[in-house]
């Protein structure tokens, strides 16, 4: 089967710029998920989708960072303004499950978008 | 609230030598753990999890590992390494809480 894909797979863009990520989960997915993921560290939960409504978004910082998951298929990112700070990995993910927070279902990663922010 | 501690953020072995990541918990609630590998410039991969079955868990390219309560551990292991091992391996937990991994360790396997 095919995997999670991701596009572009790396960005570079000035401080104050926008940019955006798009994820395509594997078919039939129910939950996606969105991670940060900075040089050094583990990957951390940005936003996750169960279909097309939120499950989880307390990490997300809501003042630049925005997602959607429109028809509960693919995703996209995006920030608006970046800052220095936000260069790092952003990896998608999905799973099978609908179990909400508590589920242990699988999760899937994709090659993930490195964003360089100058 | 889970977290995760990794001892040792790069652990080198020679090949064929026994491969040994540590793992440390710290969580709540009855955890779900969880191995992930990651290659250079790829995503994630499952490697093993354990989910409150069988204490030893069996994973894919022959890692193992072993939950262990009383030390709040759940440390991955291989009996020989293999070149195609190099990588970065994350441990993460999940309670009741979105996964959380730690910071990665990396292991080089020299011929």
């Known amino acids: 089967e095919a995997g999670v894909a991701q596009s572009p797979r790396y960005k570079i863009i000035e401080k104050r710029q926008s940019v955006a990520f798009w994820c395509n989960p594997i078919?039939?997915?129910?939950?996606l998920y969105w991670y940060q993921q900075i040089l050094g560290q583990g990957p951390k939960l940005l936003i996750q989708?169960?279909?097309?409504?939120?499950?989880?978004d307390s990490q997300l910082p809501k003042d630049r960072f925005s997602a959607e998951r429109l028809k509960g298929v693919d995703s996209t990112l995006k920030i608006q303004p970046a800052k220095l700070e936000d260069s790092a990995v952003y990896l998608c993910?999905?799973?099978?499950?609908?179990?909400?927070?508590?589920?242990?279902?699988?999760?899937?990663f994709g090659p993930g978008t490195r964003l360089t922010v100058l | 609230a889970q977290s995760v501690t990794q001892l040792g953020s790069h652990v080198s072995v020679s090949e064929g030598a026994l491969v040994l990541l540590r793992c440390n918990y710290s969580?709540?609630?009855?955890?779900?753990l969880f191995w992930y590998v990651q290659y250079p410039n790829q995503g994630l991969q499952l490697l093993l999890k354990?989910?409150?079955?069988?204490?030893l868990v069996k994973g894919i390219n022959g890692f193992e590992a072993e939950f262990k309560k009383s030390e709040t551990s759940f440390h991955l292991t291989k009996p020989s390494a293999h070149m195609s091992d190099a990588a970065e391996y994350f441990c993460?937990?999940?309670?009741?809480?979105?996964?959380?991994f730690g910071k990665g360790t990396r292991l080089s396997v020299i011929a």
């Open positions: 993910a999905s799973s099978l499950g609908t179990s909400g927070r508590g589920g242990t279902d699988t999760q899937y």
């Open positions: 078919s039939g997915h129910a939950t």
């Open positions: 989708f169960q279909n097309n409504g939120v499950v989880d």
């Open positions: 969580s709540s609630v009855p955890p779900y």
């Open positions: 354990y989910t409150s079955a069988a204490t």
């Open positions: 993460a937990v999940k309670g009741n809480t979105p996964l959380v």
